[in-house]
């Protein structure tokens, strides 16, 4: 069993930054890979970011490309979002997930662990 904490929301303005952060306890396996989503009212939940716990090997949606980082830190047991550039429409709950194997997926059905959330919201 996973279990997976988010921190680090909160009100910024477009064009500043936040840094999230994913703790996880529990069964790590080298083998998962982790992600981070994000659902704004009304929408479904979309992909922002995923990598791999072993190797580091990212992937990221074509609207953050180049201005959000994913990045681990083994020992810590721990996923970070960095986001930089944030627009309006960055606005969201911004969720962290674990998938039990080492494939990088884009959809939501294919994580098996979920954290509660934290809420971004940027101002224009």
């Known amino acids: 069993q996973v279990q997976l904490a988010e921190s680090g929301g909160g009100l910024v303005q477009a064009g500043g930054s936040l840094r999230l952060s994913c703790a996880a306890s529990?069964?790590?396996?080298?083998?998962?890979?982790m992600g981070w989503f994000r659902q704004a009212p009304g929408k479904e939940r979309e992909f922002v970011a995923a990598?791999?716990?072993?190797?580091?090997?990212?992937y990221y949606a074509d609207s953050v490309k180049g201005r959000f980082t994913i990045s681990r830190d083994n020992a810590e047991n721990a996923v970070y979002l960095q986001m930089n550039s944030l627009k309006p429409e960055d606005t969201a709950v911004y969720y962290c997930?674990?998938?039990?194997?080492?494939?990088?997926?884009?959809?939501?059905?294919?994580?098996?662990?979920w954290g509660q959330g934290t809420q971004v919201t940027v101002s224009s």
């Open positions: 529990g069964r790590i396996f080298s083998s998962y890979a």
């Open positions: 997930a674990a998938r039990g194997g080492p494939i990088l997926k884009t959809t939501a059905q294919h994580y098996d662990y």
């Open positions: 990598i791999r716990w072993s190797g580091g090997d990212t």
